[in-house]
């Protein structure tokens, strides 16, 4: 079973991840899109990448705003699983804009 990070390893994780912001309990990003159209384009590719990953976050959407929060629930924190999900998720924003 995956363990959660401590609190200095999510900081050290964070460093590598654009616009990420968190504690071992969860990390979070919120990305603006050029349109609504957009934002729901890039929440179709990540849900299929969560599902590749089986790792699903939890996702807002707000017109043109996405919120993606990440957490591994079954463990009560912030895993590995979630930072790898993260940064899957930074590539698909990216390719995005």
């Known amino acids: 079973m995956a363990e959660v990070l401590t609190a200095e390893a999510v900081r050290d994780e964070l460093g590598g991840l654009a616009g990420w912001s968190g504690d071992p309990a ?36 707000r017109w043109r705003t996405v919120t993606f929060q990440c957490a591994t629930h079954s463990v009560g924190g912030v895993t590995m699983r979630d930072i790898r999900l993260a940064r899957r998720i930074d590539e698909i924003v990216e390719g995005a804009r």
């Not at 919120?30 to 890039?42: K, M, N, R, W």
């Not at 179709?44 to 807002?60: G, S, T, Y």
């Open 26 to 61: 969860g990390i979070t990003r919120t990305v603006e899109l050029a349109s609504f159209p957009d934002a729901i384009a890039v929440v179709d590719r990540v849900a299929v990448a969560a599902e590749e990953l089986d790792h699903h976050p939890d996702i807002d959407i």
